[in-house]
Every structure is written in structure tokens, then in C-alpha cells.
């Protein structure tokens, strides 16, 4: 896995395939191995990079306070260092914020967003999301981020075929620094982009599960308020790229090719007997 030290802090990647650049942006308590089950059928196509974000995985180090303003920076920083003008952004929870942060930072460079259960804003102006942060924080202060990863990895995938995906949650979330998991929290918590929308000129699909944290009607509304297309995949809880592969990808390799996305009964949740027993060889944390 490559690196480079950027405003002197170490920035970690994976990347397969050529053509045209897509960043694949991780959710929180995670890392670029996020992306493993969309890596190979990306590159197949693009050129597919996939970081870690400042204070998560193998850029742990880098010391709060964060802000998805710096994210934004940290990865175009990245971008430039790689030669590449132009890019597609894509992004899961935590990540599909920051890749709307760069489209707004940079409108020119961005050649199509996609955001997989992810909102433009949020700042707590809601009970969900008051639950999301101030619980999980306290939480996290209490009982320490391994036991709390294994609630999370419970409400994430549920179902006994969904155990390994479980086990990963537990291994990866619980051995986050806690200081920077929430340092990352609080630069969430801290970001809207409502007042900043005006300027959003990039294509924008958002890939939204069925029983995701945050509501389909506030989905629907952003959706419309940004021009972006909105698609539903049902029976996902928040981790679609993991419980809801096929759809995941199928969707991303038509918005980015520009082609017509899957029809609405095509975007499922993964069956138990398509379901991964482990992520592919190669793109694993090592």
C-alpha cells in the first residue's frame, strides 16, 4: 500500500486499474479497505484509489482536531501529488460527506459524486442525529470503542449469514485510536454544506439503503434540492457497499460510465448465498 506525507502528515492508499481516476472515500472507523468488494470490478474500467482518511487506518497517527474541510484538501492535496486533474468522487457515510466537501471545494475537478447512505448535512438538528453522536461519543468515553464496535457490528449486519461481515466491524472499529475516532465524530457533527449547495455543479447519484440511520423522506428532499438522482436499495441496512454488493456496484459502474442506472427491482440486498465469507485477496488491511 503506497504512502506520502502531505502538509507533513503520512496519507495511505490502495489503487488498481487505469483510465479515468475514481477516490473511493471510507466511512468512519474505517479505512481505504473498505472499498474491497468494489476495488477489482473498478478497475476494471478506472483507475480506482481508495485513501485513508487523516485518523483512520494506516494514517492513524496524524493528531486532531479534524475537519472535513481538511479531508477535502488532504485528498485533492493527494490528487495533485498523483498527476490527476479530474476525478470521480464516491463515498460511504462519513465519505460521502467529505466527497461532497471536495465537489464543493473544487467544482471543476469533479466529474461525478456518488454518495452511499450519506447527507450534506450534519449538524444535530435532530434526535437521530443528536442519538447518532452524543450517545455513540459517551459510549465510546465508557465502555471503550471495542465494546462499542461490537454494537455497532450487530446493528450493522444483523442477520447469522452476515457473521464475518460482523467480526470485520469488531476488528477494524475496535482497534481505532479512540482519540482520533472521536476527533472525527466531532468533525462530522461539525459540517454542513446546506448554505453551499448553489454551487454544486457535478452529476450526483445517491445510493441510499432502505433501513439506513437517517430517514428516505430527508434523502428525497436533498436529493431534490441538489438535481441529484436518488436510488433506494431495499432490504440494505448502512452498510450497502458490504450487504448489498451487486447493487453497489452495478450502480457505480453505470452512473460513472454514464450509463442508464439498474432498474428498481434489481437493487437488492445480497442473498445469504451470495453473501462474502471474507473480503477479496489483495485488498485486506495488512
Given at each position: 500500500?503506497?504512502?506520502?506525507?502531505?502538509?507533513?502528515?503520512p496519507?495511505?492508499?490502495r489503487?488498481?486499474g487505469?483510465g479515468?481516476?475514481v477516490?473511493?472515500?471510507?466511512?468512519?472507523?474505517?479505512?481505504?479497505?473498505?472499498?474491497?468488494?468494489?476495488?477489482?470490478?473498478?478497475?476494471?474500467?478506472f483507475?480506482?484509489?481508495a485513501?485513508?482518511l487523516r485518523?483512520?487506518?494506516?494514517s492513524?497517527?496524524?493528531?486532531?482536531?479534524?475537519s472535513?474541510a481538511?479531508f477535502g484538501?488532504?485528498?485533492?492535496?493527494?490528487?495533485d501529488?498523483l498527476?490527476?486533474?479530474?476525478?470521480?468522487?464516491?463515498?460511504f457515510?462519513?465519505?460521502g460527506?467529505?466527497a461532497?466537501?471536495?465537489?464543493?471545494?473544487?467544482?471543476?475537478?469533479?466529474?461525478?459524486l456518488?454518495?452511499?447512505?450519506?447527507?450534506?448535512?450534519?449538524r444535530i438538528?435532530?434526535?437521530r442525529?443528536?442519538?447518532?453522536?452524543?450517545?455513540?461519543?459517551?459510549?465510546?468515553?465508557?465502555?471503550?470503542?471495542?465494546?462499542?464496535?461490537r454494537?455497532?457490528?450487530?446493528?450493522?449486519?444483523?442477520?447469522?449469514h452476515?457473521?464475518?461481515?460482523?467480526?470485520?466491524?469488531i476488528?477494524?472499529?475496535?482497534?481505532?485510536?479512540?482519540?482520533?475516532?472521536?476527533?472525527?465524530?466531532?468533525?462530522?457533527?461539525g459540517?454542513?454544506?446546506?448554505?453551499?449547495l448553489?454551487?454544486?455543479?457535478?452529476?450526483?447519484?445517491?445510493?441510499?439503503?432502505e433501513?439506513?440511520?437517517?430517514?428516505l423522506?430527508?434523502?428525497?428532499?436533498?436529493a431534490?434540492r441538489?438535481?441529484?438522482?436518488?436510488?433506494?436499495v431495499?432490504?440494505?441496512?448502512?452498510?450497502?457497499?458490504f450487504?448489498?454488493?451487486?447493487?453497489?456496484?452495478?450502480?457505480l459502474l453505470a452512473f460513472l460510465?454514464?450509463?442508464?442506472?439498474?432498474?428498481?427491482?434489481?437493487?437488492l440486498v445480497d442473498?445469504?448465498?451470495?453473501?462474502?465469507?471474507?473480503?477479496p485477496?489483495?485488498?485486506?488491511d495488512?
Open positions: 500500500m503506497p504512502w506520502r506525507e502531505l502538509a507533513g502528515q496519507v495511505h492508499w489503487e488498481c487505469s479515468q481516476a477516490l473511493l472515500i471510507h466511512g468512519l472507523g474505517s479505512s481505504g479497505a473498505d472499498w474491497a468488494f468494489q476495488m477489482a470490478p473498478l478497475g476494471e474500467r483507475r480506482a484509489i485513501p485513508d485518523g483512520s487506518g494506516r492513524s497517527s496524524a493528531r486532531g482536531p479534524f472535513l481538511q484538501h488532504d485528498l485533492w492535496a493527494l490528487l501529488a498527476g490527476i486533474q479530474q476525478a470521480h468522487l464516491v463515498g457515510s462519513l465519505g460527506a467529505v461532497l466537501e471536495m465537489a464543493l471545494q473544487q467544482p471543476l475537478r469533479a466529474l461525478r456518488v454518495t452511499i447512505n450519506s447527507l450534506p448535512s450534519y438538528d435532530h434526535w442525529k443528536w442519538m447518532e453522536v452524543k450517545v455513540q461519543s459517551g459510549m465510546v468515553r465508557v465502555l471503550g470503542l471495542p465494546r462499542v464496535a454494537m455497532v457490528a450487530a446493528r450493522l449486519f444483523p442477520q447469522s452476515q457473521a464475518p461481515m460482523r467480526e470485520r466491524v476488528a477494524v472499529l475496535g482497534a481505532n485510536p479512540p482519540r482520533a475516532y472521536l476527533d472525527t465524530v466531532r468533525a462530522l457533527a459540517w454542513c454544506a446546506r448554505e453551499r448553489d454551487r454544486l455543479r457535478t452529476p450526483m447519484l445517491m445510493i441510499a439503503a433501513h439506513d440511520y437517517t430517514g423522506d430527508e434523502k428525497r428532499e436533498w431534490q441538489m438535481g441529484a438522482q436518488l436510488v433506494v431495499r432490504g440494505s441496512r448502512h452498510g450497502t457497499p450487504d448489498s454488493i451487486d447493487a453497489t456496484n452495478a450502480c460510465s454514464g450509463q442508464a442506472l439498474p432498474a428498481e427491482e434489481q437493487l442473498p445469504p448465498e451470495r453473501f462474502p465469507q471474507a473480503p485477496a489483495g485488498v485486506v495488512d
